[in-house]
């Protein structure tokens, strides 16, 4: 049951950071939520496998920080990868 949760958890991170940061137009609209669940799923299955407990507050946060971590931060490169690969394309013309 708990899977679930940060499943969606993650996609709302995503989501949510998707929405809330500059360039929207940019990237694509599902990049950053597929890869913030999959980052928030993965963290919680390898922190499960180390020992952590469900009710722990550790994994919970843990798990929530890395992921709004990677969430903005990877909207961040996409936006500045994206604006160097225009700027080149045009410098080439």
Known sequence: M?????????????????????????????????ISTITMVVMWEALTW???????????ALTFGITIAVAFGTTLYLN????LSEAALTTKR
Do not use: H, N, Q
Request: hydrophobic letters at 50%; glycine letters at 16%.
């Open 2 to 34: 708990e899977l679930i949760l940060v499943t969606v958890a993650g996609m709302f991170i995503g989501l949510c950071a998707g929405m809330w940061m500059p360039g929207r137009d940019l990237r694509g609209t599902l990049l950053v939520p597929g």
């Open 50 to 60: 180390m020992g952590l407990k469900y009710g722990d507050f550790l994994i919970w």
């Open 80 to 83: 500045d990868s994206r604006k």
